[in-house]
């Protein structure tokens, strides 16, 4: 029977979700920035104070003015992430902010020195001698680090739930230190380190390559995209290989999750792997997908015929969306691997022949990937956010029973939705007078190459 | 352990609104400002408190972490009855910081400019005066969970004439520490007299806002006075806030610098402490008489023991990373 108070709930619980997508989404991408702009600073910033070139100057002080912008984005908006967890979800805060709470302080004194170091960095130019004032930046990198390190382990832990007890629906026995350090925690904290690298480098070397494809040929773009490439290709090769520690970790912690991402409805020894594919929730079959027999047990445990769960295993009402999972999980590898051929031939070319990386055809290559990282965190934080439902705390919470009982949350949603659109299209706004302005304030931005 | 916990959550309470709080402060002060003086005013307030204002805000989020670990029955309370008052907190923290940044770290200075610092005028002012109506709904005994309506449940315990005029108190302390540490960021002696006469305004403003306060207390059923008498403490708080306002005025008419800013800070922290022992043991007050405490909402011992230690690394490490960054760039 039609139950309104009952549909109205159901909206309630799917407008907090998107809130709460909305907001991490937002925010991952500050937080990368935030994480590896830093370190990208500091090369630069160390290559100017050790060769007095004054290219490298040049590029540290136009990175910063965007770094400033977006570090700033990152503070307010990871503010409302840790407001949030108790606006849209205090039943899960109530039952998890005691066993959870020590990788929260630490981030939270990491990205207090984080603040003051960029303060330092930011304002310190000449106040301070030269190589402490670099070493702030290094600082601010190495919280930065950290503090994602850290926000991870909570993330991890809802995945992997240790520590506790679950008695009468009550936490007892509660071990904040075994919570920290949670099986899921390392694969994690190593894969999401790499994405930011990944993405950030790609987005940043990205730029510069469109600006040298437009016919901006100048030693301020050359120079800076070499130093972003460092970074981005060899992170770009490394990720594959911590995607697949955390798939294995996740074919034995999370099964249903594993399911999920590879739309595998039948348990089965000898699993194949899908590439691509559109999973039909209602027949659980899956159309224009390439089967490669038997790689799925093999990547997931090593023996090609390796029994592999499947989607029956599960009971109906523990299952994750399977479509949204499988489909964003491609985009994620799909990504991921585009990303690695074109970081290795970087550095193929950086090897063998440098002039071939400013062939037009690469800075193309280069220009279009500029946003794939970051769409790829998304897609990744997808997988595993939507591939723990329908738990908030695997196997012990649902998310249905985390929600606020306050109506309305489509109105909350409705105005960060709002809002962050109108920030994000600020930003890009900014950042395409900032770019423009590079000719105009840096005499680098004007030095042709030779 | 608890102890330690109590006492970091108290003074991150306190430097959030010494600190943060004054940073809104400016950006009221600018909004309430004649024309004439903002565009200055608005580049002594950058000069002021670029370097350190991100840091200054992080005190929130230390106060959030030690309410979701070591109370959080109370968070979670909190933020379902006040899930408004909160969002325009948020609201405003994050208009504000986008706004600030966006107007100092443009390449181009054009109209832009006025948007932002528009935006920037209006959300300092809206932060502080929500932090004050969450602060006046703890405190007034509205909340009732699970009981009534949603008007009942979900606007009744802020949407009050006590709460409100709490918001705009909070707000007037904050002005007021704006105007004061203004007045050493300035060498214009023009300059100067704006800020201390901005400082006399608000003070007044100040005044007259914590009459209000007294006066919907005793409308809305919370005496003030009577729990002032009740708590010793808190009277002694009282009284030397008041007794600190001509030394603040000697201090300022001397035209001194940093003991305006100590002694308008040692008033405010009096203000505040005043409030944490009327409010102690009670963390948040319900309706019918009943209450959240602080001892009853505790996190299990383990818990406490670790966020105790964390909080005491955490302070060996900030206090003189914000020392030194103070230093640099508050150093004469």
């Known amino acids: 029977m039609y139950n309104p108070l009952i549909s109205y709930h159901m909206d309630n619980l799917l407008a907090a979700r998107m809130l709460m997508a909305v907001s991490l989404g937002f925010h991952i991408v500050f937080a990368c920035i935030g994480m590896v702009m830093p370190f990208l600073m500091a090369a630069a910033h160390w290559k100017w104070l050790r060769t007095g070139e004054e290219v490298y100057k040049d590029i540290t002080k136009a990175w910063s003015r965007g770094v400033a912008i977006f570090f700033a984005v990152g503070a307010v908006s990871g503010t409302v992430l840790s407001f949030e967890l108790g606006l849209l979800w205090p039943t899960f805060m109530q039952h998890a902010g005691k066993i959870i709470g020590m990788p929260f302080s630490l981030e939270g004194t990491a990205f207090f020195i984080e603040a003051i170091a960029m303060g330092i960095f930011l304002y310190g130019w000449g106040r301070i001698h030269k190589w402490l004032h670099w070493g702030s930046g290094i600082v601010v990198g190495l919280m930065g680090v950290s503090s994602g390190v850290l926000v991870v382990a909570a993330n991890a832990w809802m995945n992997s739930p240790t520590g506790f007890e679950w008695v009468n629906g009550e936490a007892i026995n509660i071990d904040p230190y075994a919570a920290m350090f949670n099986s899921a925690w390392f694969t994690q904290a190593l894969h999401m380190v790499l994405a930011a690298f990944v993405a950030t480098s790609f987005a940043v070397a990205g730029m510069h390559a469109f600006m040298l494809w437009c016919g901006e040929r100048t030693q301020f773009h050359w120079k800076a995209l070499k130093i972003a490439m460092v970074f981005g290709a060899i992170t770009a090769l490394l990720q594959p290989i911590s995607g697949d520690i955390s798939a294995k970790d996740i074919a034995e912690r999370q099964p249903a999750k594993l399911a999920a991402m590879e739309a595998l409805y039948e348990t089965q020894k000898g699993a194949p792997l899908l590439v691509g594919g559109i999973p039909n929730e209602e027949t659980e079959e899956v159309a224009f997908a390439i089967h490669i027999p038997k790689a799925l047990s093999f990547l997931a445990h090593g023996d090609f015929n390796a029994e592999v769960i499947g989607l029956d295993q599960i009971p109906k009402d523990e299952r994750p969306p399977v479509l949204i999972v499988h489909i964003a999980f491609q985009i994620m590898v799909g990504i991921g691997s585009l990303l690695m051929l074109v970081g290795l031939l970087y550095l193929i070319f950086r090897w063998r022949n440098p002039q071939l990386i400013l062939k037009n055809a690469y800075l193309a290559l280069l220009a279009f990937c500029t946003p794939l990282g970051f769409l790829a965190v998304e897609a990744g934080w997808t997988v595993t956010e939507v591939g723990r439902q329908p738990w908030i705390i695997y196997g012990i919470m649902r998310t249905s029973e985390a929600v606020t009982p306050m109506p309305g949350m489509q109105y909350s949603f409705y105005l960060f939705t709002g809002l962050y659109l109108t920030l994000s299209l600020l930003l890009v706004w900014l950042m395409r007078r900032q770019i423009k302005a590079v000719p105009r304030m840096y005499a680098s931005g004007r030095t042709p190459l030779t | ?332």
């Not at chain 2, 005190?59 to 959080?72: E, R």
């Not at chain 2, 502080?128 to 009942?152: C, K, N, Y």
């Not at chain 2, 909402?297 to 900030?318: E, F, K, R, S």
Request: hydrophobic content about 55%; aromatic content about 16%; overall charge neutral.
């Open chain 2, 1 to 332: 352990m608890y102890t330690v916990v109590l006492v970091f959550l108290v003074l991150s309470l306190l430097l959030y609104v010494l600190m943060a709080g004054a940073d809104f402060g400016a950006g009221i002060l600018e909004l309430f400002s004649a024309k004439k003086y903002r565009s200055t005013h608005s580049k002594i307030t950058y000069k002021a408190i670029g370097p350190i204002w991100e840091a200054n805000h992080i005190w929130l989020i230390v106060l959030v972490v030690i309410l979701f670990n070591g109370f959080p029955e109370a968070f979670a309370t909190l933020s379902t009855y006040l899930h408004i008052p909160l969002l325009g907190v948020l609201l405003g923290i994050v208009l504000r910081g986008s706004a600030f940044v966006f107007q100092h770290y443009d390449v181009v200075e054009d109209e832009s400019t006025h948007y932002y610092a528009y935006v920037f005028r209006w959300s300092s002012l809206i932060t502080p005066f929500f932090l004050g109506v969450t602060a006046g709904s703890i405190m007034l005994g509205r909340i009732s969970p699970g009981e009534g309506d949603f008007w009942q449940q979900f606007m009744s315990p802020w949407l009050n004439g006590f709460s409100l005029s709490l918001g705009l108190f909070f707000c007037s302390i904050c002005s007021f520490l704006a105007a004061v540490y203004l007045i050493g960021e300035t060498s214009n002696q023009k300059y100067r007299n704006v800020f201390y006469q901005r400082a006399v305004y608000v003070n007044v403003l100040t005044v007259f806002a914590g009459v209000l306060v007294m006066v919907m207390g005793k409308l809305y059923g919370y005496s003030l006075v009577d729990r002032f008498y009740d708590t010793p403490l808190s009277v002694a708080g009282v009284i030397l806030a008041t007794a600190s306002v001509p030394f603040i005025w000697w201090s300022m008419g001397r035209g001194m610098v940093w003991l305006p800013r100590l002694l308008a800070g040692f008033q405010i922290s009096m203000v505040v402490l005043s409030w944490v022992f009327i409010q102690y043991p009670v963390l948040i007050a319900l309706s019918d008489g009943r209450a959240l405490t602080f001892e009853a909402t505790v996190a299990p011992d383990a818990t406490i023991h670790y966020l105790g230690m964390m909080l005491l690394v955490a302070g060996l490490l900030v206090v003189p990373a914000l020392g030194y960054l103070l230093w640099i760039f508050k150093r004469p």
